[in-house]
């Protein structure tokens, strides 16, 4: 579904992105992982035709992305790190104004319903929470049915109960037989939802597997990690004391 | 129509009109749109309104007992033109109330006003105008007043032949007032006020809240959000200009004239002609 082949970005004296090369199959999660300014951001926004590219290809669906940037954004939904909605606009609004901007017309409630946003149909997106934002963000990026989704650090900041439910969503995401191309910073959510990882490192691609093969490579290189049983984290015991149900506001 | 124009006009559609919405949800937006223009519009009315009716708050002090100051001081304060403050009774009070601006001028007839002098055989007299600097524009005017209204007395005792005389004759009765000149103006600082809310604010805070990146990564070209914003807009602007309008006519009697009917008539023909245009018609 995605080929991105040699893949470079220079921005003055630093490169970014370094000739990196990687394919993302059809219904297929796909993370990117890897420190500040490792280049993850900039990767994704030359294949979301937000940055131009400086060197390499980057094939969506048959379409290369370079030549025909207009026809890629009818074939991809992007997901920012932070979502940002103008205030006084309420949630159906929201999804009309979005699948306008694709000359469609939905039915906003179909879309709400889908990220449980339906009571809150006709407030204000000011009033929602971090998390409600983000899973409004989502489908506001699925409105137009596309092949490839980009989340950018989709969970950063929210409670352990949203980040769950986002989970769930993502991973309906790809049921549904949308690629998933995602960043983040939390490797336990990479390692629960990625299919595959691509680790980058000053602009480069250090490594690309599945996290349980990528973890086996480490072992099999004599890697030992501090022996510390212990059946629950603190996560869980929050979980556990507060529930794993969505909450009003989450 | 092709399927492109339609979709593009369906997103054009949908955006002007939430974004109208949006607007008229936001408070602060509407008080400076429609509240502050009409506080101005209310304030500067209210100070120049009065139907162009001039009258001087005058204070007559009589030293004479004859029957002609008598009479034109009961005249004067029948008048329209002249407002006179009757508890005025000494020179002393009228300078006091001068000096305050209570009073525009002072008219004093002296003890032999509208006597018959020894060896006249009609009466006479000298009318004083006191005033004070501030107020030397008024008294000037009244001073003329008073000058015409003298005149036609004189010539009930003297009778003057005047070859050449000069008449005014007012062609329309509806002319502008000082409020109908000033609400051009006001009308002026409301459509400026209109742009505080307007794509001069809207873009860059859109460019700052992420909103513009976001939106790029759809097929949504710049063209039709501008388009859309600016139809927004100029949606607002026109409630609040009709707004002003109305206000002005139905509380300050504003004279509408032929050209704003003319002009806005030239602006429909224009718009109707790029929309068909547009759209394929003839």
Redesign the interface.
């Known amino acids: 579904m995605v080929e991105v082949k040699n893949l470079k970005k220079r921005y003055g004296d630093k490169q970014a992105v370094n000739g990196i090369s990687f394919s993302v199959k059809k219904g297929e999660i796909f993370g990117i992982l890897g420190p500040n300014g490792a280049g993850k951001t900039t990767t994704l926004e030359m294949i979301e035709t937000l940055r131009t590219i400086d060197s390499g290809t980057v094939i969506i669906d048959g379409i290369d992305v370079k030549k025909n940037p207009n026809a890629i954004k009818y074939l991809i939904g992007v997901q920012p790190q932070t979502p940002a909605f103008q205030d006084k606009t309420k949630l159906t609004e929201v999804i009309e104004m979005f699948a306008a901007a694709y000359g469609e017309k939905v039915d906003p409630m179909e879309f709400l319903r889908d990220v449980d946003l339906e009571e809150k149909a006709n407030s204000y997106v000011e009033d929602l929470s971090g998390g409600q934002k983000q899973r409004l963000s989502i489908t506001t990026a699925l409105v137009h049915g596309p092949k490839v989704f980009f989340l950018d650090e989709p969970t950063t900041g929210l409670d352990p109960q949203a980040r769950r439910h986002l989970w769930e969503l993502i991973e309906q995401v790809r049921q549904k037989g949308i690629s998933v191309i995602m960043t983040t910073h939390y490797m336990d959510e990479a390692e629960v939802l990625c299919d595959r990882i691509a680790v980058m490192d000053n602009g480069k691609i250090v490594a690309i597997d599945t996290p349980q093969n990528l973890i086996k490579q480490l072992l099999d290189r004599g890697f030992k990690k501090k022996q510390h049983v212990q059946q629950a984290n603190l996560e869980d015991v929050f979980i556990d004391l507060t529930g794993k149900d969505l909450r009003e506001g989450a | 129509m092709s399927e492109i124009k339609y ?2 006009l ?2 054009i559609r ?2 002007v009109r ?1 974004s109208t ?2 607007f008229f ?2 408070r602060l937006a509407l008080f400076f749109t429609f509240a502050f223009p009409l506080i101005f519009l209310f304030v500067f009315g209210g100070l120049n309104s009065g139907g162009g009716d001039v009258s001087f708050n005058v204070a007559i002090i009589n030293h004479s007992d004859s029957e002609l100051a008598t009479k034109f001081v009961s005249q004067a304060e029948e008048g329209d033109v002249l407002k006179v403050n009757k508890e005025v009774t000494t020179i002393e009070d009228a300078k006091e109330k001068m000096s305050r601006s209570e009073l525009s001028a002072t008219i004093e007839l002296p003890a032999d006003f509208g006597d018959v002098k020894d060896g006249a055989a009609y009466p006479s007299g000298e009318a004083k105008v006191l005033y004070t600097q501030n107020d030397a524009q008024a008294a000037s005017a009244l001073i003329s007043i008073l000058d015409a209204q003298f005149k036609g007395l004189n010539e009930q005792f003297v009778t003057n032949v005047t070859p050449f005389t000069v008449a005014g004759e007012q062609l329309n009765d509806r002319s502008l007032s000082a409020f109908d000149y000033m609400f051009a103006g006001l009308l002026g600082f409301a459509i400026i006020g209109m742009g505080i809310f307007g794509p001069v604010n809207v873009f860059p805070e ?1 460019k700052k ?3 513009l ?8 070209k710049v063209w039709q959000y501008f388009l859309a914003t600016m139809i927004s807009q100029a949606a607002v602007g026109l409630v609040g200009i009709a707004l002003m309008f109305a206000v002005a006519i139905a509380v300050f009697h504003l004279e509408v004239r032929t050209w704003y009917i003319h002009h806005s008539g030239n602006c429909y023909d224009s718009w109707y002609w790029i929309g068909s245009r547009w759209l394929g018609k003839e």
């Open positions: 979709k593009s369906y997103t949908t955006f939430i919405r949006r949800r936001d859109l809240m992420g909103i990146r976001r939106l790029s990564t759809t097929p949504l």
